[in-house]
């Protein structure tokens, strides 16, 4: 990225001159008759204040159950049984079954830090107020060596052996990360009491607003109708869930995880790279919900793919958001910062280059597509500067491109799967800045 420093204010300006620019909304969609179904569940999830009350939202809401409230993909009882049966048949751990004292107990843990992290970190963590000797305790007292345990033996006897000692019960569930239906709903009722998520309900209410959320979709999907009118609205519900999970995507139905979205005045941020942070803010909401939806009419070859075939299907999905949502910025669709957008746009030239010099375009070795396709800070085989995904952003330059020199019809555009074809028609050069 050789011209730097001296050209990014200069561009920086023309960037928000461009990005300002009144947005060319020249689609009609005064014909689309839409009937757009948003149920805002932050208020009902607030008022819960008995164990019934969370029962009954979750049973009536069986996706955000699952997905946002942890009851779904969680570790089975026959897993975490499993789980013992082979546990117990290593001879390490045996050894911590048949020890005679405390201080041996403690001689095995000392000489294999991995065992003594994986029997004692987790439960410890969870039960703060207990120790070392707690876990000895639990294990001189066990008598589940006694029982039949091999590859092939019934798991009855393990469970009732476990049913009638609760202690080394609740020592497994929490090693293998086992949690009951009760357990969930009383950890869940006690999380939505907790301040910290109270502040979480109260920003999420005043920093989204779900009536622009809610007009951005309405004509985003208007314009899909327009260009796809067998298109089939999805209901859509916004929840918080202290960071449960950020948006369930199908066809039917759409979920928001409001508290993923709150931007940086938020007083509690979710645990994801700093690099992916920066986009989980309110104004990046609706982009990505239009992403997503791209899949659906975003054809693309299928198998394994090159980084050009990978580059081309991002950047149809991101040229698909920009058509949909055209008063929406390109660095809002790509999910970059002013900055970030700015070292690609003032560094085009360099950056296609290298894809070139180091033939990358008709790779398909999977280093590849992680380093320049995929999520990552920054690509300092280019340069220190680039930002990760550059491969998207060079796609979507492309796929622009080819709409502008052939006038593809935008519907055979998201239906082409040829992506030589969009490069080579594209005529596509890098500008140089």
Known sequence: MLKRYCFIFFLLGLLACSDNDPCDDSVDISDVDIQLNIE?????????????????????????????????????????????????????????????????????????????????????????????????????????????????????????????????????????????????????????????????????????????????????????????????LPKIKAVYSGFGSDIHFSDSLIVLGLDYYLGEEASYRPQVYDYIRTRLTPDHLVPQLIQFTSLRFNESKEGKRTVLEEMISYGKALEFASEMLPCVADSLVMGYTAQQFANATVSEGIIWAHFLEKRLLYSDNPSNLTKYVDERPFIPEIDKICPGRIGQWLGWQIVKAYREETGVDFVDLMAEKDAQKILTQSKYKPRYR
């Open 40 to 232: 805002n569940l932050t208020h009902q999830i607030h008022e819960i204040n008995s164990k019934d009350e969370l029962v009954r939202f979750l049973n009536a809401n069986p996706i955000i159950k699952n997905e946002f409230f942890e009851f779904g993909g969680r570790t089975t009882e026959a897993e975490v049984l499993n789980g013992i049966r082979n546990l117990v048949q290593n001879d390490e751990v045996k050894a911590l079954f048949k020890t005679k004292s405390f201080e041996s107990f403690d001689s095995i843990l000392e000489k294999d830090r991995e065992l003594r992290q994986f029997t004692t970190y987790t439960f410890l963590t969870n039960n703060p107020r207990k120790s070392l000797q707690d876990v000895y305790n639990i294990f001189s007292s066990s008598d589940i060596l006694r029982l039949p345990l091999t590859a092939n033996s019934s798991l009855d006897p393990l469970s009732n052996y476990l049913a009638s000692k609760p202690v080394e019960k609740d020592y497994w569930h929490t090693l293998f990360g086992y949690r009951s239906d009760d357990q969930l709903y009383d950890d869940n009722l006690a999380l939505l009491q907790n301040p910290f998520v109270d502040t979480l309900y109260q920003e999420t209410i005043n920093f989204i607003d779900m009536g622009v959320v809610g007009f951005q979709l309405d004509r985003a999907y208007a314009r899909i109708k327009k260009y796809y009118p067998e298109f089939k």
